[in-house]
Structures are given as C-alpha cells and as structure tokens.
C-alpha cells in the first residue's frame, strides 16, 4: 500500500510539472550576458560557448550550459542556433526619429546643420499620418539592427508623438519618448509655450506612460531653444511626476556651450543650467557631454544621472571626442547612442564601432597616451545592453538573461559577412571574437530579433 501511494504521488508531481515546461522553448548557441556592472567588476559576466537560453511567456527563465541541463524532452521547442552567439536585445540610449528622411546631410557643425535640415524636416511631423509613415519605417529599421528599446526625441507636435507610441505598442517593443519642448530660438511653426508645454505634455504622460511597455520623457531640446520658464515647466513635470525621464542634449559641440554661457550667464556651466530647474534625476539622460568637465560627471554621478555616448555622431558633424575615461572614473552611467540622423545610422554594432575609434582618437591627443585605454570588446558589449538598461533605470526589467527579465534578445550570425566569418575563424579568445563582431558587424550581422520572446526578424 505504501509503495502505491508513492507511485500515485510521483506520477501526479510528474503530470503536474509538465505544463510549466510546455511553453518554454530552448534556445541553443553560444550566450553572452553580464550580470552587474562590467566597469566596476570585471567578472560580472556569463559566457556560455555551447548554452541555452530558456524563455517562458516572453520572460527569461535562465542562461546555462546545454550540457548541464537535463529536461529537454520537457521543452516545447528547442531552437538550434550553434555557430551563432546570443546576447540582449540592444538598447539606443539617444536617437531622433523625426530625423530618417534627413540623415547623412552633408557638410555642416550642429547649429547649422540644425537650422539646414533638421527644422525643417520636423516641421513634417505636425502631420499625424506622416508622423505615423515613419515611426513605423523607423521602428522596423530598429528591429533589423537588433535594437529592442531607445529613448527617442520625437517633435514638439504631440501628434508625432501619439504616432510613434501607437507603432511602439503594436509591436509591444520598450520605448521612451516625449514631446519636445522648445519656445526660442527656431521656427516659428516649431515652438510651443511654457503653457502649451506643459498642458501638451501632462496630456500625453497621462495616456501613454507606463502604458504597457511605454515610458514618458519630459524633452527639452537644449537649453538654448528653452527659455527659463520652459525649462521651469520641464522641473515640475517632473516634480509632479517623479517616475517620468528626463531626456536632452548637453555640451556637443564648442559653438552651442558658448551659446548657452551667453543665454544663462548666471550658472556654473551648462549641466548647472539644468540642475537650477532641478532636472538631474536617477532617469535623466544627457546626450553627447563632450565638453563636460571632470566636476560635471562627479555631479551627474551624485543625481545617478546617465550619459548618452554618440560617437557616429559627434565624429559625422565633427563635434568632438567624449572623454570616455573621465566618465568612467567618475562612475557615471554610460549608455549608446546613435544619435540618428547626426549618426547615419540607426546600427548599434556601427556605434560601438566609432565609440572604439574614438577612444583611440584620445590617446593621439593626449601628452600621456600609455594613460587611456580605448573602450575593450566587453565593456562595449556592456554599454549596449546591460550599461544601456542601467542608464535608462530598466536594469530590473531587460538587458541581462537574469531570471524573470523580458526576452528582448538577438541572434548574431558570423556568417552575415564572408569576412567577418573569416576573422571569427581565426579569433583565439572571446574578446577577439567580440572585437570582429563590433569592427566588422552591421544589420546583416543580427540574423533574428526576438521582442518579449516573439521572432520579428
């Protein structure tokens, strides 16, 4: 009788583990993630050269070693992809989509590149249908690239914004956005007021943050289209809603920091300007901070506020050389950006790319070269997932195979390219193989896309 009653029991645990095994589906290749912060602790990362990635419901279940797991007869599905590496889905710490149809526009430094093609290109986005023909060519073009969320500029039109969360949510990808504020200082037919700005906006975070998978950036352009009561009226959006990011540009190029000393002579430097309206917050992000100086990071470090690294960027409209090395020593956050269209292109492998190229451009202007060490293979991978989701305050929710994460995460394929295949080939070390993927690796590189476990590329 007691032998019976185990044999009941046993059978009835069997049947009843099963249905928590049926949805997950294996995924079997080479896996890479870091699981704290690379730049801080060199050991906090996974690499598993044979792994399986398990996904449940669109949620990471855990990375392991295939030959340590046992209940593959208990899957729903195991995917064969060896010879491909998995890694997070790629997070774009700074992008415009209002900019596609006016990216790689030649020859001008940012103020007049602004004035020549971008205010005028946005001025379309005051139409909803053309507001919403790009947000869905410009997120289709994100899932090619293997990027899964980005904080994005739209248009000081709400519409434009509207439209691009419409299509983020239809694809049920993570993005951040927000209406831009700007009240000076560009076209007319591009302005708001300190009124309109805050009434626009209140409006919008009110129907789309935390709207599933959507989050609200209060957006002020830069400071020097942003008069003090605007600015103002970004500090108590932001006061009223404290969970809301804060998204702008700050020190990109030499002619706009002398800008902004002239409009805002009463402050410190031009983080100061942002920091008297009170908008250095743990989710505020600064793009580009080329001419930041080493007390800027100490006080951006302090609000836990981020920085938004855009080589292609600053190298395209020749604003300067981010000082990588200093923002790492003052253990600010750092995230990629590709500041698309002052980056052409939308490439997240291109970026960490120019974000090497840059690194080593500082030792060639630098009286103590031995002392700066470029960006390595692992710490770019870090910056584009789990250095991106900590600079946007989503390291609890994606950019890691941490258990209970989305499975937001791409699929690189050597094989895209017949010489990247070759240097794969040849690489002795992870760092090696990593290094060929970022040097050599572009859209063709990332093979398939997965948003919340489902394949849309």
């Not at 073009?141 to 709400?158: D, M, R």
């Not at 994606?398 to 690489?427: H, K, M, N, T």
Request: proline share 4%; net charge negative.
């Amino acid at each position: 009788m007691c032998s019976l009653r185990i044999f009941i029991l046993g059978t009835f645990l069997f049947m009843v583990s099963i249905p928590s095994f049926a949805s997950i589906i294996g995924y079997r290749g080479e896996i890479i993630h870091f699981t704290g912060d690379y730049l801080e602790d060199k050991s906090a990362y996974q690499h598993y050269s044979d792994g399986i990635l398990l996904v449940d419901g669109g949620k990471i279940l855990k990375a392991e070693n295939y030959s340590s797991f046992k209940d593959i007869h208990l899957l729903s599905e195991l995917v064969d992809y060896r010879g491909k590496i998995l890694v997070p889905g790629f997070i774009d710490t700074h992008v415009h989509y209002t900019q596609m149809e006016m990216l790689a526009s030649y020859g001008n430094q940012l103020l007049d590149w602004l004035n020549k093609d971008v205010f005028p290109t946005e001025m379309k986005f005051s139409s909803s249908t053309h507001s919403q023909k790009i947000a869905s060519f410009f997120l289709d073009e994100l899932v090619k690239n293997g990027t899964t969320t980005a904080l994005v500029f739209a248009s000081t039109y709400p519409q434009s914004v509207d439209a691009f969360f419409m299509e983020a949510q239809k694809r049920n990808m993570r993005m951040i956005s927000g209406k831009v504020l700007m009240d000076r200082n560009a076209p007319a037919a591009l302005l708001d007021t300190p009124e309109s700005a805050y009434r626009d906006s209140e409006a919008l975070i009110k129907k789309w943050h935390n709207n599933r998978r959507l989050q609200y950036a209060v957006t002020p352009r830069f400071a020097p289209t942003s008069s003090e009561q605007e600015l103002r009226v970004a500090g108590d959006l932001l006061a009223k809603y404290p969970d809301l990011y804060l998204h702008t540009h700050i020190a990109e190029n030499q002619q706009e920091t002398e800008v902004v000393k002239k409009l805002f002579p009463y402050s410190e430097s031009y983080l100061d300007v942002y920091g008297k309206y009170g908008l250095l917050t743990p989710r505020s992000v600064f793009a580009h901070a080329v001419y930041l100086s080493n007390d800027d990071f100490n006080l951006l470090a302090r609000h836990h506020s981020a920085v938004a690294f855009c080589p292609m960027s600053n190298l395209f409209l020749g604003s300067g050389l981010f000082n990588y090395g200093d923002a790492v020593k003052s253990k600010v956050k750092i995230g990629l950006g590709t500041d698309m269209g002052g980056g052409n292109d939308l490439s997240i492998l291109r970026t960490m790319s120019e974000a090497y190229k840059v690194t080593m451009m500082r030792k060639a202007g630098s009286q103590t070269p031995d002392n700066i060490l470029p960006v390595s293979p692992l710490e770019n991978l870090y910056l584009a997932t789990l250095g991106g989701a900590k600079a946007l305050d989503l390291d609890n929710h994606i950019g890691s195979f941490l258990p209970g994460r989305e499975a937001d995460f791409i699929v690189l394929d050597p094989q895209s390219r017949s010489i990247l295949d070759l240097r794969v080939a040849e690489s002795t070390s992870l760092e090696e193989k990593l290094f060929a993927f970022e040097m050599l690796g572009d859209d063709r590189t990332v093979l398939h896309t997965y948003i919340m476990g489902k394949k849309m590329k």
